[in-house]
Antibody, heavy 115, light 106 residues
């Protein structure tokens, strides 16, 4: 059974870059679409985007100018970078595997944007 | 973007009750409608995909139906572990979008 685990700083300063990594275990990262989703009290669940194991991406237009996703198949990991963060980016960030829906999720990582 | 609107935003129910949550899409989504359950401090958990397909391991008291823009999640006999927040989500087109959630409370 596939397992996902988010990791990264829990506190980011305004205007800086949020960086998270999702480590996949129990299955290969190859052949799947890997997704980032965030959840904040103000905006609910928000799809950030996905990356295919071969590297193609699809980002939410609302965040597209600030988002970069990458994948490292040798480490079975994929990553999220969100630049120029503000307090509005404070949320729990989840990584997930997309199949017919978002079937497998990480436990979530709380990221707070504050000076 | 496709807007997903759930109703009600919260409801009170008792163990054994039948509960129905509705989800409306702002345009047709060709039955690409999924339902998730979320408990406090946990990630959402997929219950139903493509409107009515039950994920393996999910109890049969959960069911989904609908078409076009209107969809429902029904819990036929509420159990104590079903008290949670439920979200619909469309996977018809990107950006994928979620409903605002329905909290099922005692």
């Amino acid at each position: 059974q596939v397992q996902l685990q988010e990791s990264g700083p829990g506190l980011v300063k305004p205007s800086e870059t949020l960086s998270l990594t999702c480590t996949v275990s129990g299955d290969s990262i190859s052949g799947y679409y890997w997704t980032w989703i965030r959840q904040s009290p103000g905006k609910g669940l928000e799809w950030i985007g996905y990356i295919y194991s071969a590297g193609s991406t699809n980002y939410n237009p609302s965040l597209k100018s600030r988002v970069t996703m990458s994948v490292d198949t040798s480490k079975n990991q994929f990553s999220l970078k969100l630049n120029s963060v503000t307090a509005a980016d404070t949320a729990v960030y989840y990584c997930a595997r997309r199949e017919m829906a978002f079937v497998s999720w990480g436990q979530g990582a709380l990221v707070t944007v504050s000076s | 973007d496709i807007q997903m609107t759930q109703s009600p935003s919260s409801l009170s129910a008792s163990v054994g009750d039948s509960v129905t949550i509705t989800c409306r899409a702002s345009q047709t989504i060709n039955n690409y409608l999924n339902w998730y359950q979320q408990k406090p401090g946990k990630a959402p958990n997929l219950l139903i995909y493509r409107t009515s397909s039950l994920r393996r391991g999910v109890p049969s008291r959960f069911s989904g139906s609908g078409s076009g823009t209107d969809f429902t999640l029904t819990i036929s006999s509420l159990q104590p572990e079903d008290f949670a927040t439920y979200y619909c989500q469309q996977s018809y087109s990107t950006p994928y979008t979620f409903g605002q959630g329905t909290k099922v409370e005692i």
